[in-house]
């Protein structure tokens, strides 16, 4: 899986998990939607390792749980 895409999945399903919506989390982690959006529809192909810090302290989870999933564990290069 690109990681693009695994970033996308692991937001949505602790998005699910903690009940918040992307716009929600958004106005949480002090970002804007389109952002959030562009994560999620996989055109932000290499995101950020601070725009996942920002999501991590937004949701009040750690960098290391938001990474300790099977979807990162074969992860494609996007070059």
Not at 48 to 77: A, M, P, S, W, Y
């Amino acid at each position: 899986m690109k990681l693009s895409k695994a970033v996308s999945y692991r937001i949505l399903r602790i998005c699910e998990e903690k009940d918040v919506t992307i716009n929600k989390l958004a106005s949480m982690c002090y970002m804007t939607q389109s952002t959030f959006q562009s994560l999620i529809d996989g055109q932000s192909r290499n995101p950020k390792l601070l725009t996942i810090i920002r999501i991590c302290e937004g949701l009040d989870i750690q960098l290391k749980d938001f990474f300790d999933d099977h979807v990162f564990d074969n992860i494609e290069r996007e070059d």
